[in-house]
């Protein structure tokens, strides 16, 4: 959480938000702001905006606040953060500061510290059609709840206008009924044939997920 005395020389750094660069590293912009810990990122294919996982505030409790995705359709949005630890939950320290004008809230809130990290939107066609254009994510799961959450693969279909419709659980098992990690979701990404491939960190290994095999 930044102080707000050093917020200033964060947003000028754009510490807390998305860069954009060419690959030689010039041309250095901030390209959204507002966020907390920005992870998995992928670009919907159609209409070409970035969606981006951000991981929410610790220490305000079990169930809050929310896990982030966020649909960032232009430059110079605001996410948010600090001002908001996730979702419509205000931080303690900044919960009498005025909010930007225009600050966006997320497309999707997860739960509370289920780590959401990577995020690919499917461009495959081995899955049935109501997967086709959507979004599979990961949770890496929680370290700081009573109740260990996460851990699982999630998919969200959009609607037809692009924003976010509905998201379910699409693959777990790797938090067994103890509490206790099997595995923990790191990444997905789809393989030429459509099928998904998600690194685990925890077991040290890629596993693939196929449809009819």
Known sequence: MPAPEVLPEFEKLGIGGIISMKQDGTDRKIYARGMRNPLGLDFNPKDKTLWVNDNQVDGMGDTIPPGEMNRVTGPDQNFGFPWYGGGKVRTVEYKDATVPEGAIFPEVEQEAHAADLGL?????KQFPEKYRG??????????????PVGARVMFTSLKADGTADKTEVFADGWLNENGEYLGRPVDVQILKDGSLLVSDDLAGAVWRISYGD
């Open 134 to 147: 959507g979004i599979f994510s990961t949770q890496h799961g929680s370290w700081n709840r009573v109740d």
């Open 120 to 124: 690919s939107f499917y461009t495959g």
